[in-house]
Nanobody, 118 residues
Framework: QVQLVESGGGLVQAGGSLRLSCKASGNIFSINDRGWYRQAPGQQRELVARVTSSGNTNYADSVKGRFTISRDNAKNTVTVVLQMNSLKPEDTAVYYC??????????WGQGTQVTVSS
C-alpha cells in the first residue's frame, strides 16, 4: 500500500504561481512513476505532468514551459513537487497526486483545489 498526502493549492490571480507538494509513504520502494493530474468541473481527469523513476519527465502541451515537476527521493519518503508559474484561469481544477507501482497499481491523493482568477 502507498499513501499520498498533498499540500499546497489555493487561490491565485492570473500570472501568479503556486507550488503543490505530495509526499508518499508506505511501500515506496514499489513506486515507479509519479505524477500530477487535474480535473476541472465537467471534464475528464487529465495528465498534467509525470516523472519516472529514472527522472524522465513529460508534460501536457497546455502547461509546457510554465509547470515543472520534480521529485526528491529522501529516506523513507518520495516527495514530488509541481511548481506552477504563469497560471491561467484555464488551469483551475482539482489537482491529484498519483503514484504508479511496478505492479501496475495506481494510488491517488485526496485532491487539492487550484483556482486562478482572471
Amino acid at each position: 500500500q502507498v499513501q499520498l498526502v498533498e499540500s499546497g493549492g489555493g487561490l491565485v490571480q492570473a500570472g501568479g504561481s503556486l507550488r503543490l507538494s505530495c509526499k508518499a509513504s508506505g511501500n515506496i520502494f514499489s513506486i515507479n512513476d509519479r505524477g500530477w493530474y487535474r480535473q476541472a468541473p465537467g471534464q475528464q481527469r487529465e495528465l498534467v505532468a509525470r516523472v519516472t523513476s529514472s527522472g524522465n519527465t513529460n508534460y501536457a502541451d497546455s502547461v509546457k514551459g510554465r509547470f515543472t515537476i520534480s521529485r526528491d527521493n529522501a529516506k523513507n519518503t518520495v516527495t514530488v513537487v509541481l511548481q506552477m508559474n504563469s497560471l491561467k484561469p484555464e488551469d483551475t481544477a482539482v489537482y491529484y497526486c498519483n503514484a504508479k507501482t511496478r505492479y501496475n497499481a495506481d494510488y491517488w491523493g485526496q485532491g487539492t483545489q487550484v483556482t486562478v482568477s482572471s
